[in-house]
Nanobody, 121 residues
Framework: QVQLVESGGGLVQAGGSLRLSCAASGSFFSIDDMGWYRQAPGKQRDLVASIMDGGSTNYADSVKGRFTISRDNAKNTVYMQMNSLKPEDTAVYYC???????????????WGQGTQVTVSS
């Protein structure tokens, strides 16, 4: 079983910055893909950014050049630095992790509990 603990959300003015963190713990063999999704009220949950275990990254067009995803494999932690925040970035942000179970037989996907990011204009 994998637990994800998120932190770093909050209220910030437009143009400000926040840094999200998500730490994975529990029993697993490995973690490969890690990412962040967000969901605004009345909208679907969308991918914001992802990073593979090799370090390659992928970003939604709306955040390219403003957000940076990174990971610390030794700590099983993924980060997302969010700069130049806009009111339209307001949403609940969810951490997402894929990996292999301890017996290496199955893949798992785990979601964080969500952290609120609110950007005021």
């Amino acid at each position: 079983q994998v637990q994800l603990v998120e932190s770093g959300g909050g209220l910030v003015q437009a143009g400000g910055s926040l840094r999200l963190s998500c730490a994975a713990s529990g029993s697993f063999f490995s973690i490969d893909d890690m990412g962040w999704y967000r969901q605004a009220p009345g909208k679907q949950r969308d991918l914001v950014a992802s990073i593979m275990d090799g370090g390659s990254t992928n970003y939604a067009d709306s955040v390219k050049g403003r957000f940076t995803i990174s990971r610390d494999n030794a700590k099983n932690t993924v980060y997302m630095q969010m700069n130049s925040l806009k009111p339209e970035d307001t949403a609940v942000y969810y951490c997402n992790v894929w990996g292999y179970t301890y017996d290496r037989r199955n893949r798992f996907v785990s979601w964080g509990q969500g952290t609120q990011v609110t950007v005021s204009s």
